[in-house]
């Protein structure tokens, strides 16, 4: 009788103690360090992760950026979410801003307000400075597969206070800024998935320190940039916050590529200057989303070099030292590449890397490619 009513009281204290990060108080870990703040070791250690970044039987997962070792979102899993070969429960807790994971459409609007973006299976809101990206696992988006609340795109720190009009992504239309030619000496790998993407191994060492206090990029700012730069960061902050379902056409389709990809989607973005973009999947149809930009494929001539010098001057115009971008020279799959890659890196977005290879069949092909920090 002692015992079980010492099981009781214990069981009740713990789900008591437990309580503390349930609803808006979870956003607490937002821009926390992962393995250094008390605050997201006193999460963890309440909802199970320990030094794990998910617990699959209570629906929940975290991303931090791999660069910083920051938590940048928090994920909600419905009935049926899968990453990779993991599978989730329902998450039965409570979720910030009173959100549910039984909650539609119609009543994510009436709690989060009209959404940034809609897709066909995904909506984008923000509240209190954050992204919240629902996903849905049908099209008239009665059933939540994920809802992830996220730092805005590139920040590091949470402040509820922030404004939530200053997305990087933002469509502010102006006519592009006249660009420079840039003269440099200026590397490869085929793109593959992204969970590969994630560390930088290949590249020379880069410096950092600079990048914590670069600026963000508000509307202001945006007026004088480019629309390709407008573009990239698209890209990258759909493949940051969705995995690019925010951009992905509606059914997937097998679009003809360099690489002979199986698993293809087509995107809703064009990158100016571009022959092609797609989506796809590799090796699996199960794989990890990734997305590629070819620029320019065939028999290497003296127009790659012009088409490489074109967009190695559209990066350096945009993507300055100034905002923390590092400039880097990945090492070379062959040594003999006549075009270097080069990589822009920065650590509060990932990197843009200018990629040129030559398949055993003598074929070549000069795209952009993204390495996103998230886990």
Sequence with gaps: ??????????????????????????????????????????????????????????????????????IIAISFAGKGYEVGDVKFNKFEGQMPFGLSMSDDYTALRNKLGV?????????????????????????????????????????????????????????????????????????????????????????????????????????????????????????MEAGSESYFESIQAPSETLVSNFWNYKYTHQSTVKIPGEKYNFIYRFPFATSQKDFVVVLKDGNYDASFKQTYDEFLSKIKADFTPAEGWKYTNPLDENANFPLKDFEAQNAKYGSIVLDYHQNPQGQSVLYLRFLLYYD
């Design 1 to 70: 009788m002692r015992l079980s009513l010492f099981l009781l009281l214990f069981s009740l204290s713990s789900l008591t103690y437990a309580q503390k990060y349930q609803g808006d108080a979870l956003l607490s870990i937002l821009g926390q360090q992962k393995d250094s703040s008390e605050t997201y070791k006193t999460f963890a250690r309440e909802w199970g992760l320990g030094r794990k970044t998910a617990m699959p039987e209570k629906g929940i997962k975290v991303n931090k950026n791999s660069e910083t070792g920051r």
């Design 115 to 235: 959404p940034k973006k809609d897709a066909e299976t995904v909506s984008k809101f923000a509240k209190n400075g954050l992204s919240i990206i629902a996903t849905f696992s049908n099209k008239s988006k009665t059933k939540l597969q994920v809802v992830k609340i996220s730092l805005g795109f590139g920040v590091l720190e949470y402040n509820p206070n922030a404004d939530e009009n200053s997305d990087v992504s933002s469509d502010v239309k102006n006519e592009p800024v006249k660009e420079e030619k840039a003269s440099t000496d200026v590397k490869k790998v085929e793109p593959a998935s992204s969970k590969e993407k994630v560390v930088i191994s290949e590249t020379m060492p880069a410096d950092f320190s600079s990048s914590k206090s670069a600026p963000r990029n508000t509307s202001a700012s945006l007026s004088k940039k480019s629309e390709f730069y407008k573009r990239v960061m698209e890209v």
